[in-house]
């Protein structure tokens, strides 16, 4: 696996001193969740807030980062506790795919959440009909670490393009946006649930348009990566969306190493079971979280969480 920053290994240090001196003999334990222009941390917040108040042994908080290829770095490095993440991102770091030279066998899903839509924006003036025609041009493909950025990258290369056929920049959600309203770049690639805070900025004050993914170039994907569905963006989405579009769709998990505690695990599902009203309540995505999914996970399953499904 790669080298950790040593700002994480800095994290790790602060974050056991904190878990052995939990206010009030509680434990303190970390939700690694996004950047804050999308649904991660919103949700993640929520959740970590229920875990918090349902759990009188822990206290949760849901912290900020790069997105899920940082949270895996930092759950396998024992500076996280659990982590929001894509399914593929999870799938590729168990098996020692791609961004990750060694598997990280100990990786385990607890429950998963909402699907993340693939939102390829451009300017409405913009000539690109496709993602095809994104090349020499100034793309966004979202921040290192994350990802939307993984997502990117297949998404390119499934229509003939590399990082070396556009003038690539790395992103935040937030910064995509104001991007495209300045006209600092051409086009951003953005994988989140919808509405997403950031997409409906861009579409209501930046005048932005979506570029579809065809199902057969989906299709295609799936052969090498087999947690990529074709979705619909349906129509009134967001501002100027009038008629739905074909994207792309990957499922979000909360996931975690295997030595987490079988009680967070139980807790943790047992609130997404019979508690989701608090969280819908912070974000709509929140409705789409469909435990039946625990059936066919990513990665293999938590004991605890196995445990749960056998008992439900």
């Not at 080298?3 to 904190?18: D, N, S």
């Not at 990786?107 to 699907?115: I, W």
């Amino acid at each position: 696996m790669k080298r950790v920053p040593i700002r994480w290994a800095a994290l790790a240090v602060a974050g056991w001193m904190a878990a052995c001196g939990g206010e009030g003999g509680r434990t303190f334990l970390s939700l690694g969740t996004a950047g804050t222009g999308g649904i991660y941390y919103p949700l993640g917040g929520a959740l970590a807030s229920r875990l918090s108040i349902t759990d009188d042994a822990r206290q949760y908080t849901a912290e900020v980062s790069g997105g899920s290829v940082e949270n895996i770095n930092r759950l396998a490095a024992g500076q996280m506790d659990l982590a929001m993440v894509l399914a593929a991102t999870a799938y590729q770091s168990h098996q020692g795919l791609e961004d990750w030279e060694e598997a990280i066998s100990g990786l385990r899903a607890l429950a998963p959440l909402y699907p993340n839509l693939t939102h390829v924006m451009v300017p409405r003036r913009s000539d690109a009909a496709g993602i095809a025609d994104l090349g020499g041009q100034r793309v966004s493909v979202g921040p290192p670490g994350s990802g939307t950025e993984q997502i990117a990258r297949h998404l390119l290369q499934a229509h003939g393009l590399s990082y070396d056929d556009i003038d690539v920049r790395f992103l935040s959600f937030g910064e995509s946006s104001s991007a495209l309203r300045d006209g600092a770049i051409d086009a951003a690639v953005i994988s989140v649930g919808y509405p997403a805070a950031a997409v409906l900025e861009a579409t209501t004050t930046a005048g932005v348009r979506l570029l579809p993914v065809d199902a057969d170039v989906v299709a295609s994907m799936n052969e090498e990566h087999p947690y990529y569905t074709a979705a619909v963006m349906p129509a009134g989405a967001y501002p100027g969306v009038e008629a739905a579009i074909p994207t792309m769709a990957v499922h979000n998990w909360i996931v975690a190493m295997d030595t987490l505690d079988d009680e967070v695990v139980t807790i943790l599902l047992n609130i997404l079971a019979n508690d989701r009203v608090s969280l819908e309540q912070v974000h709509a995505m929140a409705k789409q979280i469909d435990l039946d999914l625990l059936g066919d996970p990513p990665i293999p399953l938590h004991a605890a969480a196995s445990s749960w499904i056998s008992q439900r």
